[in-house]
Each structure stands twice: as C-alpha cells, then as structure tokens.
C-alpha cells in the first residue's frame, strides 16, 4: 500500500519526508491558500523536487482546458512519470482523463462519493480514483462501505486502477483502509505520527532503556561532584550547614581516614529535635549512635546499585573508592534517570 502526506505547508512537508518511505504528496489549490502561498507555479516545482510523486490539481471548465492546465504544468519541467494530475470527477474531467492517460499522464479522479462515479473513473484509465471518506462520513454516509465497493470492482473487473483513501481524520481511518484493501491512503501529518504512537510500545520501550543503563552505567555516571562529609568532633550544626550548601537530605560521616562510618539525614534531625530540643544541634556527630551506612563503590554497575536499594530498604547508598566516602547516591536517583528517556 502507497502511503501520501496530504499537505502544503512545506516545512512540514520536508519533516515528514525524512522518514524516507512515503510514496509521495498530495495538495490542494485550498491547502496552499490557506497556507498563504501565492506562487502556486514556484510551489508546484519546489515541492517536484522535494518529494517522490506530486499530486497536484489539474482544473478546468472543459476537457480541452484541463488538458491544456496539465500540460502547462507539465512543461514547468515536471517528471512525467512522478506527477499525477488531480482532476474532479465529471463527464468533462472524464474525458480529459482518457486523453492524458492516452498520452500517459498520470491521473487522479478525485472528489468521488459514489461507486457510479468510482466505475466510470476506473472505465477511463484513471491511475487513482480517490473517494473522500471523511467528507462522506460528515454527511452520514457510509464511506468505508464505499472504499470497499471500489477496491472490489478492481480486483473483480481488473481495472488497473489504485483506490485512494482520503480525507482521513483519525487514526482509525486508517486502520478502516487498511481493513478495506485500500490501494493507497493519503493522510495529514499530524495523523501519520501518530501510527507508531502505542502506549504498550512506550512502556517497553522504557523498559528497554531502563534495563540497559543500569547494565552499561556505573554509579559514578550518575553521582553529584557534591559531597556532604563530616567528621565525629564536628556538630551537628556544621553537618546541616554541609547538606544546605550542599543540597542533599543526608550528609556522610566519617573516620580520621575518610571511610565511612556514619550517615545524618534530615529524617534524624526532625526526631532529634521532636525529642531533645533545638539545642541538639550543637552536639557532636561522634556522640551520635552510628551504624555502618550501606555504601557502594563508585565502579560498581548501576544494576547492583538497584538491587542494593531493593534488598536493604534504604533510601540512600553511601559512593566510596579505596574505601573512602566519594559521594552519595539516592533511589530517586535511578527513577529520574529512567524519566530521561
């Protein structure tokens, strides 16, 4: 199945052609208004060649004048074999239809609501007839019923003809043209971002992510340069002093040479002062009951990092090397880590 971009906004046409698979563009003279485009002719070889296969309006009161439009447009140096005349369906556009397919030119039959004008589009050598389901379906009617009758009649009668869905509003229209066999659909860009959009995909995605940085990155990838560290005969007040400026909630203590022996959080300093007073602050951290923090060194991997934090229960893991106290790390550490992605 042929996927287009229906637009005339060309950043967004540029943007979507990057993927690098879309079939080609559709527009319209109402797009490039709407779009304040004044060039039509300079817009019309610009996009040529930007973009695989143009589809481009080819208008006129008789056959002869939609003929002659084509063919103007043709000779702005357009790729015959890349561009497709857009033509609405009459007996007169019909008309003009077999004269440029005589003269291979390619063609697209469009405005159709009803398998009649479907049929004698097909009966005309037209190289897409292009029904407009949402336009069809804001007047009550059953567009994907008559997406299927047109993809029957090619494949029952061999018409060499692509039944083109357009006028796609949702997501579901294209599933609708999919489920119908539709030949080609041409969509808006903001619809065809959303096609790979799964919030299943997502989730695993992450996942995916999560998983690999914790077995490729080393706790030292995620440590701070900041390094909240105390000795026993420093007070408690110079401890907060040291997390305020330091930004932490914890602040390590440690021995004569630098190793760990001890940690402060803010937890322990909001039960100090429940229980013994703002003058607590002035005591030793040496005079403090300390127990062994749970440390880590700096080169171990982030995933024995994780399942450090699972098996003791613990908010924050002491970072040390050579046995002295580097750094900290907390739990939210991992969890904003895997919000990057």
């Known amino acids: 199945m042929e996927l287009y971009l229906d637009s005339?906004?060309?950043?967004?046409?540029?943007?979507?052609?990057?993927?690098?698979?879309?079939?080609?563009?559709?527009?319209?003279?109402?797009?490039?208004?709407?779009?304040?485009?004044?060039?039509?002719?300079?817009?019309?070889?610009?996009?040529?060649?930007?973009?695989p296969v143009l589809q481009i309006e080819a208008l006129g009161s008789t056959a002869d004048e939609i003929v002659a439009e084509a063919k103007r447009q043709h000779a702005l140096g357009l790729d015959k074999s890349k561009t497709v005349f857009k033509i609405p369906v009459s007996l007169e556009g019909l008309k003009a239809c077999k004269r440029l397919r005589d003269e291979d030119y390619l063609v697209n039959i469009h405005l159709v609501y009803t398998i009649q004008q479907a049929y004698m589009a097909m009966a005309a050598g037209a190289t897409y007839v292009c029904p407009l389901v949402g336009r069809l379906q804001d007047q009550g009617h059953d567009a994907i019923g008559l997406i299927q009758q047109c993809v029957e009649a090619v494949n029952y009668y061999g018409y060499d003809t692509k039944i083109?869905?357009?006028?796609?509003?949702?997501?579901?229209?294209?599933?609708?043209?999919?489920?119908?066999?539709?030949?080609?659909?041409?969509?808006?860009?903001?619809?065809?971002?959303q096609l790979t959009q799964n919030n299943?995909?997502?989730?695993?995605?992450?996942?995916?992510?999560?998983?690999?940085?914790?077995?490729?990155?080393?706790?030292?990838?995620?440590?701070?340069?900041?390094?909240?560290?105390?000795?026993?005969?420093?007070?408690?007040?110079?401890?907060?002093?040291?997390?305020?400026?330091?930004?932490?909630?914890?602040?390590?203590?440690?021995?004569?040479?630098?190793?760990?022996?001890?940690?402060?959080?803010?937890?322990?300093?909001?039960?100090?002062?429940?229980?013994?007073?703002?003058?607590?602050?002035?005591?030793?951290?040496?005079?403090?009951?300390?127990?062994?923090?749970?440390?880590?060194?700096?080169?171990?991997?982030?995933?024995?990092?994780?399942?450090?934090?699972?098996?003791?229960?613990?908010?924050?893991?002491?970072?040390?090397?050579?046995?002295?106290a580097v750094g900290m790390i907390d739990v939210q550490d991992l969890i904003k880590l895997d919000q990057v992605s």
């Open 164 to 193: 083109m869905f357009s006028s796609v509003r949702n997501v579901e229209h294209i599933r609708n043209a999919l489920d119908a066999g539709a030949h080609t659909i041409t969509a808006p860009w903001k619809i065809i971002k």
């Open 8 to 51: 005339a906004d060309v950043k967004e046409i540029k943007e979507a052609f990057e993927l690098g698979f879309l079939s080609g563009l559709t527009t319209t003279p109402t797009f490039m208004h709407r779009h304040g485009i004044t060039d039509i002719d300079g817009t019309i070889v610009e996009l040529s060649e930007i973009v």
């Open 200 to 324: 299943l995909t997502e989730l695993g995605t992450r996942q995916f992510f999560e998983h690999t940085r914790l077995m490729t990155m080393q706790v030292r990838d995620i440590m701070t340069d900041v390094n909240p560290v105390v000795t026993r005969d420093e007070s408690i007040h110079d401890c907060l002093v040291k997390m305020t400026v330091g930004g932490f909630g914890a602040a390590t203590i440690v021995d004569e040479n630098g190793a760990p022996v001890g940690i402060f959080t803010d937890g322990d300093l909001r039960r100090m002062i429940e229980k013994e007073g703002g003058e607590s602050v002035n005591r030793k951290v040496g005079n403090l009951p300390l127990k062994t923090p749970k440390s880590i060194e700096a080169s171990a991997m982030l995933v024995d990092a994780s399942n450090l934090f699972k098996d003791t229960q613990v908010d924050t893991l002491i970072v040390t090397e050579n046995g002295k």
